[in-house]
């Protein structure tokens, strides 16, 4: 078993995540160290309105060169952040200190220590400020990678070939090459991660895949590619009509579904499995994940948010 660090970039200070990571914390215990990225201010006055107790260890990156940790105390790497209360209304004044926490992970990264990451959620409206569609992209950019988006459960998984893009603009993204691309992420992944090529459903753009326009995307584009794809050896099928896949006797063909656009499989895909699934950024020198949820401002202090998904990318690192 792999035991090097498991880096925790808090992510959007006015959100749930604290409240999640002290539930992850207190229900399980984890092999390899936890290591938290955030305020220190802020742990601490959320650790007090939500009556958590558990003593810091404040680290640096020379620190983790030298030592080994554990998990008996939370492993804090301190990121500067004024903060007077323990919750607020989301805003872009968090903008630098989640930036900051993001960089100090990359020189962890880079400098060799832990190729393991998992960030909180992050409000993309005001972090990214629409010169990124997600985290995804922000990061891949960061790494100079390709990238696919993989919302992950065991039973099954589903990824977007665009991923945060208005409706109006997905038509034009959909081009043999970004196809063939998240494609050849996916197959690389399973078998690197699982030891086995993945059995991969993929979805046509329209309704039915059919069109009453001239140019049909599913005839033209789509199913050549999952032709080539074929042609390659890859486990792949398609392109299937996007209102019938996850039907039970259909979805248990397959270990991936891919579509043409984020709400196509995510929304299907969490009715099934909620908060049982966790978000992995696949091209990266090193795994991310993020719990599959956001920030959930109207639930920040009420104590009541659901830790599942924090706790599966825990895991799965982990064990990894």
Same mark, same amino acid.
């Given at each position: 078993m792999n035991y090097k660090p498991i880096l925790l970039v808090a992510g959007e200070p006015n959100s749930i995540f604290f409240e999640i990571y002290f539930k992850s914390i207190k229900s399980k215990e984890y092999s390899c160290p936890l290591?938290?990225? +955030?305020?220190?201010?802020?742990?601490?006055?959320?650790?007090?309105?939500?009556? $958590?107790?558990?003593?810091? @260890?404040?680290?640096?990156?020379?620190?983790?060169?030298?030592?080994?940790?554990?998990n008996k105390s939370i492993n804090l790497i301190n990121i500067n952040y004024n903060k007077n209360k323990a919750f607020a209304k989301i805003s872009k004044k968090s903008s630098k200190y989640i930036e900051n926490? $993001?960089?100090?992970? $990359?020189?962890?990264?880079?400098? +060799?220590?832990? @190729?393991?990451?998992? @960030? +909180?959620?992050?409000?993309?409206?005001h972090f990214l400020n629409k010169k990124f569609l997600g985290i995804t992209e922000f990061l891949s950019k960061n790494f100079n990678s390709k990238n696919a988006m993989l919302i992950y459960n065991k039973e099954l998984s589903v990824c977007p070939v665009t991923t945060h893009l208005p409706l109006k603009f997905v038509q034009k993204r959909i081009i043999k090459k970004t196809i063939l691309d998240k494609i050849y992420l996916l197959n690389d992944f399973y078998i690197k991660q699982f030891k086995y090529k993945p059995k991969i459903g993929i979805l046509g753009l329209n309704p039915h895949c059919e069109s009453i326009d001239k140019f049909n995307e599913d005839e033209k584009i789509i199913k050549p590619s999952v032709k080539f794809l074929k042609n390659m050896n890859f486990k792949v099928s398609g392109p299937y009509s996007a209102d019938t896949?996850?039907?039970?006797?259909?979805?248990?063909? $397959?270990?991936i579904i891919v579509g043409m656009y984020h709400d196509q499989v995510l929304t299907p895909f969490k009715t099934l499995f909620e908060y049982d699934a966790i978000n992995i950024t696949l091209g990266l020198p090193f795994i991310r994940i993020s719990p599959d949820h956001g920030p959930n401002e109207n639930m920040i202090g009420k104590n009541i948010s659901n830790s599942l998904s924090l706790i599966r990318a825990i895991e799965f690192l982990d064990k990894n």
């Open positions: 290591i938290l990225i +955030g305020s220190y201010k802020l742990l601490l006055l959320q650790m007090k309105a939500l009556k $958590f107790k558990k003593k810091i @260890n404040l680290i640096s990156l020379d620190c983790l060169k030298k030592k080994q940790l554990n926490s $993001f960089k100090m992970a $990359f020189k962890i990264i880079r400098a +060799g220590i832990t @190729n393991k990451l998992i @960030n +909180g959620p992050i409000s993309k409206k896949i996850f039907l039970k006797n259909n979805r248990k063909n $397959f270990d």
